[in-house]
Every structure is written in C-alpha cells, then in structure tokens.
C-alpha cells in the first residue's frame, strides 16, 4: 500500500492499494469484511449479506475528508471488477474516525 | 478524443450534459428491474425533481462505457449538472438528510420546472426517458 498526495484531492491523501485477491468460493460477509479492513487503513468494517447482496458499514479515519463519492470509491476499489460479478452487490454506509 | 472513436460514450456523455437531472438505471422508472434503481427513483419522485432516466439493460455495452467515464462500478447512478452524485446509497443518504432536494434545487415549495425538449437526437443506442 502507497499513500501519495492525491491530485484528485489535493488536499487530502488518497489511498491507493493493489485490488485485493478474492478468496476461492462463495463471497462471505467474513471475507468483505477482511479485505476492506486489509485495504483501507485504520477502517473497521461490519458486514453483512446473503452470498450475493451485502451491506457494508464502513468506519476509516481515511474517510476524513473525503467527498462520499470518494469514500465509496476506496471501498469499490478493493474489490474491482467482482462487484457486479462475484459480490452482485454492495450497499456502502461510511463514517469518519 | 476524436467524436467518431467512440459513439456510444459521445451519446453517454451527451445525455449528461444536455440532462440537469439524469439517472442511468436498469429498467424503466415506470418498469425498474433491480431494487436498488426502484429505490432510486422513488426518491427522486418523492423530491419531485423531474429526471431523464436511461436504461443500462439493453446493451451491456452502455454500463461499461458509463463506468468507464464515471470511474463508479455499480448501477444506478445519479447525475446532477453533469456531475455523478452517486448511487441508490449515497442518494438514500442525502435524501434522509435533506441534502438530496438541496443539491437537487428543489428545497421548500417544488419549484416550476421548464418544460424542456428531450435530449436525445433520434436513434439509439442510448434511449432516454425524458421525464421533464
């Protein structure tokens, strides 16, 4: 994981972080739960969700700061091209600290 | 950047510049096929700011370009003054705070909306639904 000063949001470091890698089966709320913690710094994930449809309440102190569509976006990013496919869909709640 | 490299994401891009409120969705706001664009829309008909909707089902073709220039993975998404809102998430949010009629003009009594020409030049691949 690299933090750099964003120039999207250059008053604000944005968090960039290799996709993190699915593991075999099913998606879990477990699972989701892991990979947002491991993806973004600081954040504390509850997850809930059948195998396809999950919510996600998300707390990150990276969050601080950031517009909602960004946070969003650094939620999306750690699962990339699964959303819609493996994990069908993600309802995203963030908070700051 | 050439017009003629890409049309489908020239219309994309059109409709949103041409439509103040558009929502990009999966089915029709009369006829939605997923819960969460039916939520969506029923938010925006509960702020009562009239929207162009388009429907991303036809043609899967029409998400991928929309990701594409959004840099946003998950349908529905909401445009306002050509700059994405967000999803049904972020709008439930912003309609719960009140934020949603106030990005969307709308705060107080409905204002008069002006009735305007739909967007869209004759022709697919985009339909659009103009609700103005």
Redesign the interface.
């Known amino acids: 994981m690299v933090l750099f000063a964003g120039a999207a949001e250059p008053n604000h470091y944005a968090v960039v972080m290799a996709q993190s890698v699915p593991a075999p089966g099913p998606a879990t709320p477990e699972e989701l739960k892991a990979r947002i913690e491991a993806g973004i710094p600081g954040a504390q994930a509850m997850v809930s969700g059948d195998g396809h449809h999950f919510d996600a309440v998300v707390v990150a102190p990276a969050f601080t700061g950031l517009s ?2 960004a946070r ?2 650094l939620v ?1 990013d750690v699962f ?1 091209d699964e ?2 496919g493996r994990i069908h ?5 963030t908070r700051e600290d | 950047m050439s017009e003629t490299q890409n049309p489908l994401r020239d219309s994309i891009q059109q409709a949103i510049a041409d439509n103040p409120v558009i929502l990009f969705m999966k089915g029709t706001p009369d006829q939605p096929m997923c819960g969460f664009s039916a939520r969506t829309v029923g938010i925006l008909q509960a702020v009562g700011r009239p929207f162009a909707a388009v429907d991303v089902l036809p043609d899967p073709r029409i998400r991928q370009e929309l990701s594409g220039l959004s840099n946003w993975p998950t349908i529905p998404q909401l445009f306002v003054d050509g700059e994405l809102v967000g999803g049904c998430d972020i709008v439930t949010e912003m309609y719960e705070s009140g934020e949603l009629a106030q990005t969307l003009g709308v705060e107080g009594a409905p204002a008069e909306e002006p009735v305007q020409e739909p967007a869209m030049p004759e022709g697919p691949p985009l339909s659009i639904e103009n609700r103005l």
């Not at chain 1, 869909?89 to 709640?93: D, E, T």
Request: hydrophobic share 40%.
């Open positions: 909602r569509i969003h976006r999306y990339g959303l819609g869909a993600l309802s995203i709640q």
